[in-house]
């Protein structure tokens, strides 16, 4: 007889699949008709879609079995920076408010690896750092 997997590690792939699909749909990196993504969509992209995605699950299922929960700050941070490195530039109106499509594409555009790096630096390192504080895990 097989049993349910675990409700922590539904919630934690659900929050995964779910941070895919919103926002692989808002930065066009899934096709869809309602967002056309202006810029190339590169398999850099999608490596940083995917990492922010799956991070974020397990930081989910990790911070469930903490007795002490920490590190939310860092892991939205680590979210925001994942969305940043594989969103379109100049299709993120708060972006576009603060700097103009040049600027952008001329300043911004470059540093997104940087940031995705940075992103995925963080949340492992995050990971890591719950990982040893958490008896359970």
Do not use: K, W
């Not at 999608?46 to 007795?67: C, D």
Request: aromatic content about 10%.
């Amino acid at each position: 007889m097989t049993s349910l997997p675990h409700p922590r590690l539904l919630r934690s792939v659900g929050v995964s699949a779910a941070l895919f699909v919103l926002f692989g749909t808002v930065t066009g990196l899934l096709p869809n008709p309602i967002y056309v993504r202006m810029i190339d969509r590169t398999p850099t992209d999608y490596l940083f879609l995917v990492a922010t995605a799956a991070f974020a699950g397990a930081f989910i299922y990790q911070r469930s079995l903490a007795e002490e929960p920490m590190g939310d700050r860092l892991a939205a941070g680590g979210v925001v920076g994942g969305f940043l490195a594989f969103g379109c530039p100049i299709c993120n109106a708060v972006l576009l408010a603060l700097f103009s499509s040049s600027a952008l594409m001329t300043y911004f555009d470059p540093i997104r690896p940087i940031l995705g790096v940075m992103s995925v630096a963080v949340f492992a390192a995050l990971l890591v750092y719950q990982r040893r504080r958490c008896e359970v895990c």
